[in-house]
């Protein structure tokens, strides 16, 4: 019997016991910081990972497809990303689109060549940017399916679900179903390729009679994108690997969608098909958990939605106007208005048990200048009774009833403040009551729409 405690019986371990005895203790390596949405989207996330990809080596994306929708603007030029990571705007760091994405190649391409219109932000993309070998594509047909499904859940149940209409649902189901092709298989022998790419046009033509598919067109089209992209692409767990093994890095994830969209924690099934908390991190992109560092969530200082579900905070009515016209709040990707109401910190917390927030960011302060006084969505109550969790089921959620705080405003524009202390006292007092309620601290606070107006707390 070996006793593992004594030093000569430790030295007389076989190599391999000694390496898996090492592996139990904290691995050196570098560390990823996450950015994640912590409401419904649309939080600011984009301007959040634009500062911190200044300094970046590399930039990561996830999960989600081009249904996502980032603003950034830099130097007065407001640019939109919806597959490619916001910090690809910088040329000193590389953008990794990891295999959680899922690809629609048209889109990526029309995307890069629309922010290269706009400025030099994007000029030699290509260059600084790796795809995963094993991330999903996004088909045409994929898209025109996507319509398809919502037109009947209009017809059947008289509402839909709201969705983008990228495609994003059919190709993870197509994933899910194992029938889904991926960059690999479409850089590999495009023959193999474009017998399975038939199949699965005829298998959505058996489902949907109406739909239409080019299969030829699109294969041509296809094999044009292969050879655009065969230089991008690397297999990702290596190139991850190597990553955060290799020399001191800065390493950052941009979060697309948000908590509450969730596939599997969001408001079901009014979510996207991916998982945007931070356990999508390590499937996206073939990380090990222990080498999440900080996580950041994206808070807006007041709460918006797009299309159809549940919204418990919601105003609809002048303030809901106002927060929607002050906010500018439409939609990047789809250019819908969204829904608008006051902050929920019920739903925060929530957020905050999944992904266990290192601080936050609360974002567009801002719009909130002009109120008299604010309210605060600090607990729900079901049938009069306060309850400590967020209901899953959508019937039950409707029921809720908001308990409210009610803040008093500043009533003075924000716009120009460049520390906390500039804030006026009205507006560090709602910053700090967002801390104290969520027991998270407020890293960063945003009072507009540039780079230069994301007030650093601590």
């Given amino acids: 019997t070996i006793r593992l405690t004594s030093p000569p019986a430790l030295a007389a371990l076989p190599p391999w016991l000694c390496r898996a005895r090492a592996a139990v203790e904290p691995e050196a390596g570098n560390r990823l910081t996450v950015v994640l949405?912590?409401?419904?989207?649309?939080e600011g996330k984009g301007k959040v990972v634009d500062l911190l990809a200044m300094d970046a080596d590399l930039v990561c994306r996830c999960q989600g497809g081009n249904n996502a929708g980032h603003t950034v603007v830099v130097d007065a030029i407001?640019?939109?990303?919806?597959?490619?990571?916001?910090?690809?705007?910088?040329?000193?760091?590389?953008?990794?689109?990891?295999?959680?994405?899922?690809?629609?190649?048209?889109?990526?391409?029309?995307?890069?060549?629309?922010?290269?219109?706009k400025g030099p932000g994007l000029e030699g993309w290509e260059s600084r940017t790796v795809i995963s070998d094993?991330?999903?594509?996004?088909?045409?047909?994929?898209?025109?399916?996507?319509?398809?499904?919502e037109q009947q859940r209009q017809q059947q149940d008289g509402k839909n679900l709201g969705t983008t209409k990228k495609g994003i649902g059919p190709v993870y189901a197509s994933k899910a179903s194992r029938t889904g092709l991926r960059i690999c298989d479409l850089l590999a022998d495009f023959g193999q390729f474009s017998k399975k790419f038939e199949a699965l046009a005829q298998q959505y033509k058996a489902?949907?009679?109406?739909?239409?598919?080019?299969?030829?067109?699109?294969?041509?089209?296809?094999?044009?994108?292969?050879?655009?992209?065969?230089?991008?692409?690397?297999?990702?767990?290596?190139?991850?690997?190597?990553?955060l093994h290799g020399p001191p890095k800065k390493i950052l994830v941009e979060g697309a969608n948000a908590a509450l969209l969730?596939?599997?924690?969001?408001?079901?099934?009014?979510?996207?098909?991916?998982?945007?908390?931070?356990?999508?991190?390590?499937?996206?992109?073939?990380?090990?958990?222990?080498?999440?560092?900080k996580v950041y969530g994206v808070v807006k200082a007041y709460t918006t939605r797009v299309g159809v579900g549940t919204f418990p905070t919601e105003q609809d009515n002048e303030i809901g106007e106002l927060l929607q016209s002050r906010g500018r709040e439409f939609g990047v990707t789809t250019g819908r208005k969204r829904r608008c109401g006051w902050l929920d910190l019920v739903l925060v917390r929530y957020a905050h048990m999944i992904n266990g927030f290192s601080a936050l960011a609360l974002t567009k302060l801002?719009?909130?200048?002009?109120?008299?006084?604010?309210?605060?969505?600090?607990?729900?109550?079901?049938?009069?009774?306060?309850?400590?969790?967020?209901?899953?089921?959508?019937?039950?959620?409707?029921?809720?009833?908001?308990?409210?705080e009610t803040l008093p405003g500043w009533q003075r524009s924000t716009e120009q403040a460049r520390g906390f202390a500039d804030l006026p006292p009205q507006a560090q007092g709602y910053v700090r009551f967002v801390e104290q309620h969520l027991g998270v601290p407020v890293k960063w606070v945003g009072v507009g729409k540039f780079r230069e107006s994301i007030i650093k707390v601590f």
């Fill in 78 to 117: 407001e640019y939109d990303f919806h597959l490619l990571p916001s910090g690809v705007l910088n040329r000193r760091a590389t953008s990794f689109i990891g295999n959680g994405v899922v690809i629609h190649l048209p889109g990526l391409f029309e995307e890069a060549e629309k922010n290269l219109k």
């Fill in 366 to 404: 801002d719009i909130l200048d002009t109120f008299p006084e604010i309210k605060v969505g600090v607990e729900y109550c079901l049938d009069g009774k306060p309850i400590p969790y967020f209901p899953a089921n959508q019937e039950l959620l409707n029921r809720v009833s908001v308990r409210y």
């Fill in 37 to 42: 949405g912590a409401q419904w989207g649309d």
């Fill in 134 to 149: 094993r991330a999903h594509i996004v088909f045409d047909f994929h898209q025109a399916v996507d319509g398809i499904q």
């Fill in 207 to 243: 489902t949907y009679p109406a739909l239409t598919i080019d299969t030829e067109a699109e294969l041509q089209q296809l094999k044009v994108y292969a050879e655009k992209i065969r230089p991008l692409v690397k297999d990702g767990v290596y190139f991850m690997h190597q990553a």
């Fill in 262 to 293: 969730d596939i599997d924690f969001g408001t079901y099934p009014f979510v996207t098909s991916s998982n945007c908390t931070v356990g999508g991190v390590c499937t996206g992109l073939g990380v090990p958990p222990r080498y999440i560092g």
